[in-house]
C-alpha cells in the first residue's frame, strides 16, 4: 500500500493510498479520512460509494465530510468507483465500464476478470482498512446515484455487517430503468432474474434485517423522473414493513452542492448508530 496524498485537516488527516486489490487484479486508490484521536483508539468507519464518472477524489474535494467526521469522531473511506489499468475493460460511454462498476461481481466477459467491486467493498477493502488504520469493526455504508444503489444493495444483502445505511439520488430499481438495463446486461447477461441479487427494490422482500434506510433526493434532478424512481422503492419498502426515510429536496439538484448541503445531516446518522 503506497501513500499518494495526504493533507492535515480539521485536526486530521485527509489521504489516499493505492494498492494492489487481489479481487479486482488491479490497483486501486481509496481516500480516507482519519480524525484526531487518543493514541490506541479504534474509530467506527463510514464507507462512501461514489457515483457515475467519479474516483475518490469527488467525494474527497467536494462533499465537506472532513469537517463532520472530525466532529463526530468517525473515519471515512472512499474508494474509486471501479476497477482501472491498461488491462481492465472499458467502453466509450460513461455508464459502462471504468467508473461505472455499479457494485456488483460481473459474470459476463470481458468484464468479469475485474469487474467484482461487491466482493471488494464487502471484504477486501474493510479487511484492509481494519489491519492498517485505527479502525474498529463498527461499520456503515452510504453513497450517491450509482454508489446509493452499491450501499443500499450490500447492507440489504449483508446483515449484521452494517449499523446504518444512507443514499443521495440512489438508483434504486435498476431493473426498471436504462442505467441498470444497461449495465447488468453487460455486467450479468440476459437473464433478468439474476439481476435481483443488485436490485433494492427486488432485494426488499427477502430482506432479514430491518436497518432502517435514509434517502435524501433533490426534486430538481435531471435523473429523478427516468432513471432514479424512488417511489418504486418507497412502494415496495411499505409493502414489506421496511423503514425508509424519504427527504424530498426542493431546488436541489443531483450535483456534489447537493451533497455537501446534507452531508453533515448524514454522518450525524451514522455516528449515532456507530456508537449506539
Known sequence: ?????????FGGTQSVFRH???TLNCDMTFGIFVPQHAEGTRLPVIYWLSGL???EQNFVTKAGAQAYAAEHGVIV?????????????????????KGAGFYLNATQEPWAAHFRMYDYIVDELPALIEANFPASEARSIMGHSMGGH??????LKNPGRYRAVSAFSPIVAPSQVSWGE???????????????????????????ERLPILIDQGEADNFLAEQLKPEIFTAEAARHNHPV???L??????????IASYIGTHIAHHAAALKA
Open 1 to 9: 500500500m503506497n501513500l499518494i496524498e495526504q493533507h492535515a485537516s
Open 20 to 22: 494492489t486489490s487481489k
Open 53 to 55: 464518472t467519479c474516483t
Open 77 to 97: 473511506v472512499a474508494p474509486d468507483t471501479s476497477p482501472r489499468g491498461d488491462d481492465v475493460a472499458d467502453d466509450p460511454a460513461y455508464d459502462l465500464g
Open 150 to 155: 452499491g450501499a443500499i444493495t450490500i447492507a
Open 182 to 208: 444497461k449495465a447488468f446486461s453487460a455486467y450479468l447477461g440476459p437473464d433478468r432474474d439474476t439481476w435481483k441479487q443488485y436490485d433494492a427494490t427486488a432485494l426488499l422482500a427477502s430482506a432479514t
Open 245 to 247: 426515510t424519504l427527504n
Open 249 to 258: 429536496r426542493p431546488g436541489y439538484d443531483h450535483s456534489y452542492y447537493f
